[in-house]
């Protein structure tokens, strides 16, 4: 159990395309899901957290108006890069943890989206 | 808010050998301790969590200890293997509000046959 799926797993596009992400949580319901970006051989870096029903909260120096989170139901949520350049060029991560459990939960990560802007 | 520091960064062991990676944390509240094995290109997977009320856990081959006075837990690996080769990244969290956990920098594992 606990399957996040993430799609497209790979998208190159030129440069000013918008991009969407998806992320699902295929055999739980996730009021939560997270949105990280990961460069080459370094951490997880938090975006944003994504709640069912409510605005994204973003972390310090993500830009809410390029990096744009949907999440409309409580097995989806969307990451959209917006006129995208090459400096987003980056490997995008999406994570998910149950509903409804009091107690802290591990996160169940998608496959990872590599995105690549010519 | 919660700072996690995980050292090595990078760590060669031979085939066999133990792997012993270490990470600290600031905020006491900070009550569950996962930790995640990624492979090159791939998602991070949990292979192992411990939560405040436990000093140690172990499964097969892998433990994890915390001290929380000291505010350290610590990843062992033992006999490992070629296919124990990845990034492990450890990570805090409290319960209670919107649970976002903090991550360490990771530390790339190599291990030599």
């Known amino acids: 159990g606990a399957v996040v799926s993430q799609h497209p797993s790979w998208v190159i596009c030129k440069s000013g395309t918008s991009v969407k992400i998806e992320c699902r949580s295929l055999d739980f319901q996730a009021t939560t899901m997270f949105w990280y970006r990961q460069f080459p051989k370094q951490s997880l870096m938090l975006m944003a957290t994504s709640n069912e029903g409510s605005k994204a909260t973003y972390e310090q120096g993500v830009e809410k108006d390029k990096f744009l989170i949907n999440h409309a139901s409580l097995t989806l949520s969307t990451l959209t890069v917006t006129s995208a350049h090459p400096e987003d060029s980056s490997f995008y991560i999406c994570?998910?943890?149950?509903?409804?459990?009091?107690?802290?939960?591990?996160?169940?990560f998608g496959d990872g989206t590599r995105l690549s802007i010519l | 808010g919660e700072n996690v520091e995980q050292h090595p960064s990078t760590l060669s062991v031979q085939e066999g050998d133990s792997a012993v990676i270490k990470c600290t944390y600031s905020d006491s509240a900070s009550n569950y301790f996962p930790w995640y094995k990624q492979e090159l290109g791939k998602r991070p997977q949990l292979i192992i969590d411990?939560?405040?009320?436990?000093g140690e856990k172990k499964d097969q081959r892998i433990a994890v200890t915390l001290n929380k006075t000291a505010k350290h837990f610590s990843l062992h690996i033992t006999e490992t293997q070629p296919e124990d080769s990845a990034v492990y990244f450890c990570a805090a969290s409290m319960s209670g509000g919107s649970y976002i956990p903090t991550f360490g920098r990771g530390t790339s594992l190599i291990v030599h046959p």
């Open positions: 994570s998910a943890t149950r509903q409804g459990l009091t107690s802290n939960q591990p996160q169940h």
């Open positions: 411990i939560r405040s009320n436990v």
